[in-house]
């Protein structure tokens, strides 16, 4: 359905009710005159088909709240004799010959004419097809570029460190033979024939005139005659450039860094898009990583846990010795502080080393000895509640 429609047909009295009736009368009166009126139970009747048709229709409107109310503005703006038609049937208010297009874009009253809590455009930008096409149409002026994305692989200490990278891009960039107008050197890009230079037309559809971007130029208001050699009359060229990025301390394996203005230049002087790096960090042979703190599993002998040792370990930036105290078990995690990832504030994670109680798969003749006097002379592992269910099912 079109704006006509809205403005023409009574949807009210389609469905038989008055403009106050309810949603559920509403409702009702649809269901009533749509089983009447069904082509299933009228065949061959062309005008119970339209009138079903007409019943549809108006409860297609009247049936939503947001489209009722928007029908219900519209009839009360048209209706209320604020827009007249003259003898060529062009609507004018008070008399003056008027463009709709000029409500929906503000008029000349300084500023965008209001209705219904929202703009005209907002009214009937819902209303037309297209979207807005009730609008009037502007010049397309600069266009901001397009965001580009790439992606880098970093070493896993570069990722903790920080690191400066040189990044090397293929991407859309400004000609540099025209400087991004697409005309050939010596000449310019001239007025558009058909819309003088404006950058829109005006077509007229009954009593509405309507505007859209001129076909011709797209928009722009100018056309290029003689093209640029390099661009073809683009204005841009794919180009190979190379940005220094730096990726800061402590960036995270799937994070995101946003560059401003490194991506595709703009259109017709509007401003460059953003370049959005996203971070795959390569994971390491010794390190892992929870947050700020650094991960390390270090393996140790039983003589090592039961005795007691000390432990130097590797850093990222050199080594540190840990205290292993007699008695420790497997899994045990040590922390040497301000040893992981430097954090925005200057402090800096830990480094978590997790204890690995190795035992042997084989023995020496020695060896097995001296561990079964170990065992004779080591007291039992306190089993005893183990003990106690197990004895229950013996």
């Known amino acids: 359905m079109s704006s006509k429609d809205w403005i023409e047909k009574d949807y009210y009295a389609a469905l038989g009710v008055e403009k ?3 949603s559920d009368e ?5 269901r009533k005159l749509a089983r009447e009126s069904h082509p299933d139970h009228n065949p061959g009747d062309p005008k119970a088909e339209e009138r079903f048709k007409a019943v549809s229709e108006a409860y297609a409107v009247l049936g939503d709240e947001k489209k009722r109310r928007e029908y219900d503005e519209m009839r009360s703006l048209f209706g209320s004799g604020a827009f007249r038609r003259n003898a060529r049937g062009a609507g004018q208010p008070g008399g003056m010959p008027f463009d709709v297009s000029d409500l929906f874009g503000g008029g000349a009253a300084g500023g965008e004419a209001r209705f219904g809590g929202g703009g005209l455009g907002d009214l009937f930008s819902s209303i037309f097809t297209g979207g807005g096409a009730g609008g009037a149409a502007r ?16 070493d896993f200490p570069d990722a903790v460190r920080g690191v400066t990278l040189p990044l090397t891009l293929r991407a859309p960039g400004v ?7 697409g005309a050939k050197p010596g000449t310019q890009p001239v007025a558009c024939p058909v819309c003088h230079g404006a950058g829109v037309t005006t077509r007229n559809q009954g009593s509405f005139s309507f505007s859209e971007p001129c076909r011709n130029c797209q928009g722009v208001g100018t056309v290029v005659e003689e093209k640029c050699p390099e661009c073809q009359g683009t204005g841009g060229v794919t180009k190979t450039r190379t940005l220094n990025v730096r ?7 799937g994070q995101r860094i946003r560059l401003a203005g490194r991506g595709e230049p703009g259109e017709r ?4 898009g953003d370049l959005f790096v996203h971070v795959k960090v390569r994971p390491d042979e010794l390190f892992g990583r929870t947050g700020d703190d650094l991960t390390l599993t270090v393996p140790i002998t039983f003589a090592e846990a039961v005795l007691g040792t ?6 990222l930036d050199g080594t540190v010795t840990l205290r292993v105290p007699p008695g420790t078990p497997s899994g045990r995690v040590l922390r040497a502080r301000g040893k992981g990832v430097v954090r925005k504030d ?17 023995l020496s003749d020695e060896a097995r000895a001296a561990l079964e006097t170990f065992a004779e002379q080591t007291p039992p592992a306190a089993r005893e509640h183990l003990d106690a269910r197990v004895r229950r099912f013996s």
């Open 20 to 22: 106050s009736a309810s």
């Open 26 to 30: 509403i409702k009702k009166s649809y």
């Open 139 to 154: 010049p397309r002026g600069p266009a901001r570029g397009r965001d580009v994305e790439t992606e880098v692989a970093l």
């Open 175 to 181: 000609c540099d033979t025209c400087h991004g107008n």
């Open 247 to 253: 990726f800061p301390a402590g960036v995270a394996d």
């Open 269 to 272: 002087g509007g401003p460059a």
């Open 310 to 315: 000390d432990l130097r370990v590797p850093t």
């Open 346 to 362: 200057g402090r800096a994670g830990d480094l978590l080393v997790t204890l690995d109680v190795v035992v042997p798969a084989t």
